[in-house]
């Protein structure tokens, strides 16, 4: 079997077309799939820096919270004292 140029120039056609198809059939979806999760993780980017601020500002929030109400158990403290104080001089 020889090869001619003929024959070469018809195998380059025939493995073009195959490399063509490949590319259609498996190349460009595999590209549009690869576009379409690089957006989703860009938006899953931007949602976790988003709750990322939420929650920073939701310690600051509990951090005061907690203060206060320290604050006001010592309060509570001292008032009992008071009326523990009071109980004890009217016995």
């Known amino acids: 079997m020889n090869i001619t140029i003929e024959n070469a120039t018809v195998y380059i056609a025939i493995i073009m077309f195959v490399v063509g198809i490949v590319r259609c059939v498996l190349v460009a979806p595999i590209k549009d799939s690869i576009a379409g999760l ?14 990322d601020e939420k929650l920073d500002s939701q310690r600051e929030r509990i951090a005061l919270v907690e203060s206060s109400a320290s604050s006001a158990h010592r309060r ?16």
Do not use: N, P
């Open 38 to 51: 690089q957006k989703c993780i860009e938006k899953l980017e931007m949602s976790l820096s988003i709750l």
């Open 76 to 91: 509570i403290d001292r008032l009992d004292h008071i009326v523990d104080e009071d109980k004890q001089s009217y016995d």
